[in-house]
Each structure stands twice: as structure tokens, then as C-alpha cells.
């Protein structure tokens, strides 16, 4: 605000400062007017004339005064490109930020003598106040306080002249000050979840009378978080306990407390009870020195170190928090006989965040006097169970108890109950049920149903798909399946507290510069106090030493609540919220950082020592710093963001299980962790195996093959061999995987067990260890299959099949409004509030109108009447207006191609082609993707391996053996393009001619780029290499029916058509 009381006075004086640095700056580079080479912007050339004082050096470059090219062009980080604009009469899209522009005048005052006004320009730079901009993502630091100051100023001032405006004061600040809370949604629709009907128009100025003293805006709170909450793992049909339900605690509590050992053995019901009433239940976290005390003043039992096990730490994880919290702010008034109010009062607390709206709901329950209701009403209570008060406390077993009393009343836990035929609760909670959908055919209604997002439904119904016609291929349902499961061991130990891990760092560096003494002594405070850092803020605050990571500014503990929370690789890249990618910064500086990938070189540059001293003293972790250090992100970096979708393909597996043993009861179905096919790939690749080394940049087929291991391992554990598929150890691992809760430690040991020796026993296990097969005789593993596995890994006639794409639900546009000074052709012209279409020429508009399929349209031109056929694109917008004109497809061809076009072929996205020799997909009017996949000969797979994972270490000890395999690759590569890829065939010659020309005068690391960017070329992708002014990987070509053939195939690729328009 430049210490200016409204926004407007602020910006005034920024537009002056802003005018009065130019002026400086001209006249400077006027003075220093040196030449300056500058690439040509073939792409924005400017209309008619050229600046004054240029000449052509060469194909691609100029040589102009400084003055010219930062003023007059739009070549580069320049004004013009900073502003936007050259004159008033030639505009161009702003395409730089001001910290590119920065970069760009420190290079130019460089060469320029040192002076006051270079001085002045370099000090200003540094402070990042030279030559501000208006509009500056900066502005939305600024607090809604000051806008509201401001209005209420131009009301005053205004409504002299224009009364109305005085009268409508507060109506026009609602508009400002009006926030609708993110529990309303919608009140209309199908997505809304809102009971009521509202008839009226609901604006900011009477949203109160209508939503919130009607008691709408209560219910849509409680349906909002009922929609996600999740159902009982049990009883689907009933909603899970919040985790601060008494009861639902009260089941945590004993789960453990029946577990405990007392020198190897369970202990009695008689300590359980006392434990759980005199110790869980007035304390809030429970030791094993208060247990030992307990039993020792009670019980008069001596406890030693190592006597008591069975915790997950050195205490319990579970507590009768919400208890405590009750018979503290009821004091005398609770009521134990009054647990059915308080559960219902917990749920209140748990589900609506906004105080007025507890103490409202809290005061329908007739149960709480007015202090009573407003203390509780301060509690904050979150997330939900995985059980509901039905399945604890509201069925009865056989022994006439509930879940709950029965884990009171004996030392068993909740498995335990549950699965105990003699308590009779299994066949209440899992009743059996016909299984409808054996033998019959997938439905897409069983995969709508499912509770997951649509791109896992997708995944799903592929699957699917694919499984039903390799049935159908067979002619028989299959006996065994195995799917490849991505879930992560879970860790043994139980992390250490946060409080404990801070606590010893801050030891390690108390005596170093870095050290800040405020965050040690709220530290010591939380210690003290037995808090938790609950808050991700605080313990980024405390790990960050109490500064901001961008800008190195110190964050007082009282504002880090002004302060965001910054994903370093942003959410819009991948979805990665954890603690090694988030950092807390001022709010200015994650304005000025927005979405971009990489962090500023200004901000890397002042930050990386600090940055490196976290890392050193283990205050952030490897991965974290090489995200805040990375300068620049490849497209294969992208790339990689999209490949690894570990959410997505864990809960894809757990669906697919569950339908596959639905339609095939008889078949064994099991997982093999993905771990266990990257251990076999990492064996025998080393060993120089041909197809063992997993190069995702090389083509696809490593999906199949790693889709063949996961069968030759499933059948390799479950069936040829006895020591494993029939032992006492596989019995165990099954019975700890079905009861997850009762031993994580035995789990993941008998796990990680299972996985150390079975790879060796594959290779060096004796024949007659392995099953027999009753039909042959012979054994069901020995070398022939086992040498089999190489002969499979090592072929490339993978079939790759791409699904089509009908993409009628996506964006109708690109949804950035562009101004008509844009230099955007063809823009979709925005809509009034009336519906008319607003002139595009002077209103601007939407670009790149996105289509949902393509046709081949037969349409008639000129005087003769000449047939043509022509290749178009149906947008998005049309396939909407057919819900209301089931003939605007063909009104829309009519349109654009005249009255006697018609459509003869209806094509989705990445329809199989062939063009020209090369299989291709199409992809858009006049671009197609390659469809070919690239494979090379074995003994090139280890030194691409290298060279993609930028293994350095292990290609520099190569280096001279690779220097001739890389030129070999390359013969071996053009041919490969000249004979597959015809369309690449330029490209091939620009390699020979690389060879024969300019190979030997290469450095290695450019011979290593170049096989790098050759994999780009050669890949089913979308990826381009630009080189030498052309952009290799790229199809364009303007597709004609005469010269395509269209290839259609089923979802396995075993059954497919070629035919021709």
C-alpha cells in the first residue's frame, strides 16, 4: 500500500513510480546504445514495418541497438513483452514476469558503465519494486478490509450526486463482503444436497432471512458431511461412529488393553477392567509407566522394564479423550445413563465447524444448560470411524452381549469377536448371499454402483473387459488370476512423535546461527503442556526455524496464520501432499510463485544455503530440497507426474478382485505385490537379459511384460511350489491379511519374509520340491520353464491397444477469456446475460474450441457441384445442444459445409490409422500421434536404461564402451524409422547426416541428449523434439479417405478390422 490509506491513492503513486523508472531507464540505455543479437521470432512478426536500425546477421538472428530490441520488439524478455504492448496501436499478450524481466535488464546494465541511474535501477530490482505493474498477482495480499474502506468511500462520495447509491449502501457492500459457505453447494440440480425448495432469487442481502434463519443452511451443513461420510465396513447399510464418539473410543481403547501382556502373558479381565475405569477413562494419554504404576498401587504388582509388551510405542494410541471432555465442562451433571444424548451431541461437534451453528443444534437436544452448550460448542472434533454404533453397541451375540460388552467382559478383540462362530456375530455381520453374477456377463451398472471416482470406474470396466475376452478367446472361464498390487508395505514402527523428532534436531543445532529461540521456546511450551502438533502450519513453522521459505523473511509465530501452505511441485502437476512437498511461505510470495513448476533463480540463489542447512540437519528431507533446487522440468518430468498413480491403481485392484470373485467363484484370485516384479526385473537385467530392463521412454511393452511376470510368479507361489503355497507361513500371512488389525508387525514380517528367498528358490530350488501335475506327471517347475521366462521377456510382439475416446463431457473451450488484442483467431464469442452472443472483435472471447469426435464429411463446392471429402471435428457445445435438438449435429455440418454435406464416418479420439506406410492414432483435424511402437536389440537396453535415469556415475565408467554403442544405435535406429516410421523419414536423414558430419565433434553428454530426445521422436506420444528450427515427432497432415486405412480392435487387440472409408 506504500503506506497509503486506500488502494487507489496506492496505485496512483505505483503508476507514478512506474513512469518514473521508465523514464530513467530510457534514458540510460538511450546514452549506452550498444548492439545486441537477437534470435528471430519467426511466430509474432510485427505487420508492416520493422524498427529502424536492424540488420539480418544471419537465418535466425538480428543485430539491434538495446534500446530497439527492449522497447520496440517483443523478441525475448523485453518491456514490450512485459507490458504487453509496443504502442497503442500494436498489442501483444503479456508473456513474461517480472522476474524474467529482471533477469533481462541485469544483463543489459552489465555492459553498461557504472552511474547513478544504474545504481538506482540495480538497488531497485533487488528490493523487486521497479517498475510495478497495476495488475499484479501481489494484489490479492491485499486484505478485503481495504477494498471495503474504499467502497464505503466511494459510496459516500458518490451518493451526492447519485442517491440511489446511499440508498442501496449495504446491499452494494454485501456484494463484497458476502462469503457463501462451502457447505451449501448448489440449490438446485441434481448435485445439490439441499431438501427445501427456495422459489425466491437468493442474493447476498437476503441469503440470512432465506438460507440461515430458515434452518436451511443447518441442514445442508449436516448433509454435506454425511455425503462424505463412510458407510460401516460391515453394515454397509449404517453410517460410521465419528472417531471422538465415546463408544466408538471406547472400542479403540479396549482393542488394545485386551492385547496387553504381563511378562508374555495376557492379563486378567480383573486389571483389564481396572485399567480401562480407573486409568483410560481420566486420563488422556496413557503410558506404560501409568500402567505399571496402576497395577503395582492396586494389584501390588511389581512391574520391571520389558514386562509389559504389546504397545505399538511406549504407550497407548488410543484414549477416552471426548469422555474427559464432557465430565470436565458438565462437571456434575454428567450422566452416564445420558450416553445416547452425548453421542448424538459428538456427532453435532464433529460435523459443523461454525460455532453459532453448534450451540443451535446442541440447544435441540434439551440436555445442556447455556454454558454448558456454548463450552461444547468450542470443541473441535473431526474425521469418522470405520464401524457405527449398530455393529458396536446394538446387536447381541449369542452370549446375549454387545460387541462392546463382550470386549469388557474377556480379553478378545473386535476380530476375534467378530469371527467366532461360538458368539454367533459373523453370520449377523456377514450373512452369506447368493452370488448373483456368477457366469453372467460385466454390467456397467455393477461398476456405477462402486463407491470410487469415474477414472477409477474406467480403469475398472477395462479391466474388466479384458478379462471377459480372454475368456472368450479360451472358451473356458479361467482357473487362477493374478493382479499386480501397488499397496505399500506399512511401516513396522510407529513414526516417532512430532514433538520428540523436533525436540532432537533442535538439540543438534542450538548452538548455530540458524537457531531461533522463539520456535524453541513454543516448542518446549507444546513439550511441556503433553499438546500434539496437530497443526501442518505450525510444524512447517517450527521445521522452516520460523522463517518463510521463499523469501527468507522471518514469520512471527502470531501471523502464521496469515501465511499459506505451498505445494513446491504444485497440485495441478501431482496430487503429493505430504510434508516433503509443502512449505509454509508469506502469502505474497505464493501469489508471486502461482502454478509454475520451478522456483525463481533470484529465490533458489538466496535460499539453497539455508535450504541446504535444513537438509543437513535432517529439518527437511532429500526430496524436498531437490524440488526447491530444481532449475527447470523436462516434458519427461511431466510426463513422469501422470505415469505413477499409486491411489488410483491400489483402489482399481481392490474393485477388480472383488467383481472377478463375483463372476468367478471357482477361480483363485490373487495379488502379487508389485514389489516382487521389480525385484525380479532388477535380477536378471544387471545379468544382461533381454526385455528385463523397464524403460517407460523406450515404448509399452513393459506393461505386458510386467503383466507376464505377475502371472509367472502368481503360479510360480500358488501352485508349483508346495513349500510355499501349503505352509504353515502362507496359512498365517492369509490369516493376518484378512485380520489387518490385530498383528501390523506380524504382517509385514511374515510379508518381507515371503519375498527374500522366493526369487532364489525360482532359480536355483531343487525339481522335486515343486508339485507334480496329475495330468502329465511332470513337474510343475523345473529349467525348461524356467528358461522359458527369458525366451517370453525377450520378444516384442506385445500387442498395444489405445482405447478410443468419445469426449462429448469435456469443456466446450479452453476457458480463458482472450481479449480481441489477443492475435487469437476464431474466437468463441462470450454470451450476455440475455443469451445473445457478444461480438468476439470487440468483447474478446473463448479459444480452442475442444471436440468430442471427428467425421469424414461429404459436402459439394463450387459450380459444378464438385464432391469432396473432408476430415472435421464435432465441438463439444453441439453434442450439448442435441439433449434439446436431436438434429444440431447435422444443422452444425449443414452450417459449416452447406446444405448437401452429410456425414459418412463418425471417428473417435485416437482411432488406429494406417497413413503413408506408419500406423498412427488420430488425434486432432490436422495432427495425428504416432501409433508404432519403438524396440530395440538387447544389447542396447542397459545403456538406455543408463542414460534415461541420468545414471552419471555408471555412464561415465562406461563411457568409452558407449560412444560406439550410441552410434551404432543410431544406424540401427534410422533404419528401424526409414522401414516402421516413413513419416519420420526426415528425421533419419538429419541423424545420418548428424553421423557423417558432426558425431565426433559431439561432447558425450550431447551424444546422451540426443538418444534421449531420439526415444522422444520414436514414442506413441505426443512428444517433439525441436531441433535446428523443425519439430521432429510431430504428424500433420491433412487427412484424406483415399490414403488412410482404418484399423478397429477389440480391447485385448486379439480380434481386429482393417478396412478403408
Known amino acids: 500500500m506504500q503506506g497509503e490509506e486506500y488502494i487507489s491513492r496506492a496505485m496512483i503513486a505505483k503508476y507514478e513510480k512506474h513512469k518514473e523508472d521508465l523514464r530513467i531507464l530510457k534514458e540510460l540505455l538511450r546514452k549506452n546504445n550498444f548492439s545486441i543479437e ?128 446511499k440508498d442501496n449502501k449495504e446491499k452494494i457492500i454485501s456484494l463484497l463482503t458476502f462469503k457463501r459457505p462451502y457447505y451449501i453447494g448448489t440449490f438446485k440440480g441434481k448435485h445439490s444436497w439441499i431438501d427445501q425448495t427456495i422459489t425466491e432469487r437468493i442474493t447476498p442481502w437476503n441469503y440470512k432471512e432465506l438460507v440461515e434463519d430458515s434452518g436451511i443452511a443447518d441442514a445442508a451443513a449436516e448433509n454435506f458431511i454425511l455425503k462424505m461420510t463412510n458407510d460401516c465396513q460391515y453394515l454397509p447399510d449404517e453410517k460410521s461412529l465419528p472417531k471422538n464418539s465415546i463408544l466408538y473410543q471406547a472400542y479403540s481403547v479396549l482393542n488394545e488393553l485386551n492385547k496387553i501382556r504381563y511378562k508374555d502373558k495376557i492379563i486378567c479381565d480383573e486389571w483389564k477392567k ?44 488410543s484414549g477416552m479423550t471426548t469422555l474427559i471432555d464432557f465430565k ?138 479384458i478379462v471377459e475376452e480372454i475368456e472368450k478367446v479360451a472358451k473356458r472361464p479361467p482357473k487362477r488370476i493374478f493382479i499386480e498390487s501397488t499397496l505399500e508395505d506399512r511401516d513396522k514402527k510407529q513414526t516417532d512423535s512430532r514433538i520428540k523428532k523436533l525436540t532432537e534436531y533442535y538439540k543438534e543445532i542450538e548452538k548455530s546461527d540458524w537457531f531461533n529461540s522463539k520456535c524453541d521456546g513454543i516448542l518446549k511450551e507444546y513439550a511441556k503442556e503433553n499438546k500434539k502438533l496437530t497443526s501442518d502450519a505450525l510444524y512447517l513453522w517450527l521445521m522452516q526455524l520460523g522463517t518463510c521459505m521463499y523469501s527468507w523473511e522471518p514469520i512471527p509465530f502470531e501471523e502464521i496464520s496469515k501465511c499459506e501452505i505451498d505445494h513446491v511441485v504444485p497440485r495441478s502437476y501431482v496430487v503429493d501432499d505430504s510434508f516433503e512437498n509443502r512449505v509454509l511461505v508469506k502469502r505474497i510470495e505464493n501469489q508471486r510463485k502461482a502454478d509454475t513448476l520451478a522456483i525463481s533463480a533470484d529465490v533458489q540463489a538466496k535460499m539453497t544455503p539455508f535450504w541446504k542447512f535444513l537438509l543437513d540437519k535432517k529439518l527437511i528431507g532429500t526430496k524436498k530440497f531437490a524440488n526447491l533446487t530444481k532449475t527447470e522440468y523436462s516434458e519427461n518430468d511431466r510426463i513422469g507426474f501422470v505415469n505413477r498413480q499409486l491411489v488410483e491403481t491400489s483402489q482399481t485392484v481392490k474393485e477388480v478382485k472383488k467383481l472377478l470373485m463375483e463372476k468367478y467363484p471357482d477361480a483363485d484370485i490373487q495379488c502379487i505385490r508389485a514389489g516382487l516384479n521389480s525385484k525380479f526385473r532388477q535380477k536378471y537385467a544387471y545379468q544382461n537379459r533381454a526385455g528385463f530392463f523397464k524403460i ?152 480452442s474450441v475442444n471436440p468430442a469426435y471427428f467425421v469424414f464429411v461429404e459436402e459439394r463446392k463450387g459450380k459444378n457441384g464438385k464432391i469432396n471429402c473432408v476430415f472435421d471435428k464435432i465441438p463439444v457445445y453441439v453434442v450439448w445442444r442435441e439433449k434439446q435438438d436431436k438434429d444440431a449435429v447435422e444443422k452444425y455440418i449443414k452450417q459449416t459445409h452447406g446444405e448437401d454435406a452429410k456425414i459418412i ?88 547426416e548428424i553421423l557423417s558430419n558432426r558425431y565426433d565433434n559431439l561432447s558425450f553428454k550431447e551424444k546422451c541428449e540426443l538418444v534421449k530426445n531420439m526415444l522422444i521422436v520414436a514414442d506413441t506420444g505426443a512428444g517433439v523434439y525441436h531441433y535446428e528450427g523443425h519439430y521432429y515427432g510431430k504428424i500433420r497432415k491433412t487427412l484424406t479417405p483415399k490414403k488412410i486405412l482404418f484399423i478397429d480392435e477389440s480391447c485385448t487387440g486379439l480380434y481386429s478390422e482393417r478396412k478403408e472409408l
Not at 552410434?967 to 528401424?976: L, T
Open 696 to 847: 517407460r521412454e523406450l515404448n509399452n511393452f513393459h506393461h505386458a511384460k510386467d503383466a507376464y511376470l505377475t502371472a509367472v510368479l502368481g503360479q510360480f507361489t500358488t501352485v508349483a511350489c508346495p513349500m510355499w503355497g501349503q505352509s504353515k507361513l502362507n496359512s498365517a500371512l492369509k490369516y493376518y491379511i484378512a485380520n489387518p488389525d490385530e498383528a501390523e508387525d506380524d504382517l509385514k514380517t511374515l510379508v518381507n519374509k515371503r519375498y527374500g528367498y522366493i526369487l532364489d528358490l525360482m532359480q536355483w530350488g531343487r525339481q522335486e520340491m515343486f508339485s507334480i501335475d496329475e495330468q502329465t506327471g511332470e513337474y510343475l517347475w523345473d529349467n525348461t520353464r524356467y528358461n522359458n521366462i527369458f525366451a517370453t521377456m525377450e520378444k516384442n510382439n506385445c500387442l498395444i491397444v489405445k482405447k478410443k475416446e468419445f469426449l462429448g463431457t469435456a469443456e466446450f473451450y479452453d476457458q480463458t477469456v482472450y481479449s480481441p488484442l489477443s492475435g487469437k483467431k476464431d474466437l468463441m464469442p462470450l454470451k450476455s446475460k440475455g443469451g445473445i452472443a457478444k461480438p468476439s472483435d470487440i468483447y474478446g472471447g473463448y479459444s
Open 38 to 165: 537477437v534470435a528471430e521470432n519467426k511466430k509474432s512478426k510485427s505487420a508492416d514495418n520493422e524498427p529502424d536500425g536492424e540488420k539480418k546477421s544471419n537465418k535466425d538472428k538480428k543485430i539491434l541497438p538495446v534500446y530497439t530490441w527492449f522497447f520496440r520488439t517483443n523478441k525475448g524478455a523485453t518491456y514490450v513483452n512485459y507490458v504487453g504492448t509496443v504502442n497503442t496501436e500494436v498489442r501483444y499478450s503479456s508473456k513474461i514476469k517480472r522476474d524474467e524481466l529482471y533477469t533481462s535488464i541485469k544483463s543489459v546494465l552489465e555492459k553498461i558503465p557504472d552511474c547513478e541511474a544504474k545504481a538506482y535501477c540495480i538497488k531497485e530490482i533487488d528490493l523487486g519494486n521497479f517498475l510495478p505493474k497495476l495488475n499484479d498477482v501481489a494484489n490479492g495480499a491485499i486484505p478485503y478490509q481495504m477494498n471495503l474502506a474504499e467502497l464505503e468511500k466511494i459510496i459516500d462520495n458518490q451518493g451526492r450526486f447519485y442517491p440511489e447509491l
Open 905 to 992: 464416418k463418425k471417428i473417435y479420439k485416437y482411432q488406429k490409422i494406417v497413413m503413408d506406410g506408419q500406423t498412427c492414432y488420430i488425434s486432432g483435424t490436422k495432427e495425428q500421434n504416432n501409433a508404432q511402437e519403438f524396440y530395440v536389440d538387447a544389447k542396447y537396453e542397459r545403456m538406455l536404461f543408463e542414460i534415461e535415469k541420468d545414471k552419471k556415475e555408471d555412464l561415465i565408467k562406461s563411457m568409452n564402451k558407449y560412444e560406439n554403442l550410441i552410434k551404432s544405435f543410431i544406424i540401427d535406429y534410422c533404419k528401424f524409422i526409414k522401414c516402421k516410421m516413413p513419416l519420420y523419414s526426415d528425421f533419419a536423414n538429419k541423424l545420418e
Open 328 to 465: 470436565m465442562r458438565l462437571n456434575d451433571s454428567f450422566d452416564k445413563n445420558k450416553i445416547d444424548a452425548y453421542e448424538e451431541a459428538i456427532k453435532i461437534i464433529t460435523i459443523f465447524d461454525d460455532e453459532k451453528i453448534k450451540q443451535n443444534r446442541l440447544k435441540e437436544l434439551n440436555v445442556f444448560n447455556e454454558n454448558q452448550i456454548k463450552s461444547l460448542a468450542k470443541l473441535k472434533y473431526a474425521k469418522w470411524g470405520r464401524f457405527s454404533r449398530k455393529l458396536l453397541h446394538g446387536i447381541l451375540g449369542k452370549n446375549k452381549m454387545t460387541v462392546l460388552q463382550t470386549m469388557f467382559e474377556t480379553n478378545k478383540n473386535f476380530n476375534e469377536i467378530i469371527f467366532d462362530e461360538e458368539l454367533g456375530f459373523k453370520e449377523i455381520v456377514m450373512p452369506k448371499k447368493e452370488n448373483e453374477n456368477a457366469g453372467k456377463k460385466f454390467s456397467h451398472e455393477q461398476v456405477e454402483k462402486l463407491y470410487c471416482s469415474p477414472s477409477v470406474k474406467k480403469s475398472i470396466w477395462n479391466a474388466l473387459k
Open 274 to 317: 481396572d485399567l480401562f475405569l480407573n486409568l483410560c477413562c481420566v486420563k488422556r494419554n496413557v503410558k506404560v509407566k501409568d500402567i505399571a504404576q496402576r497395577l503395582k498401587m492396586q494389584f501390588n504388582v511389581s512391574v520391571c522394564d520389558g514386562d509389559l509388551t504389546g504397545f505399538s510405542k511406549d504407550a497407548l494410541t
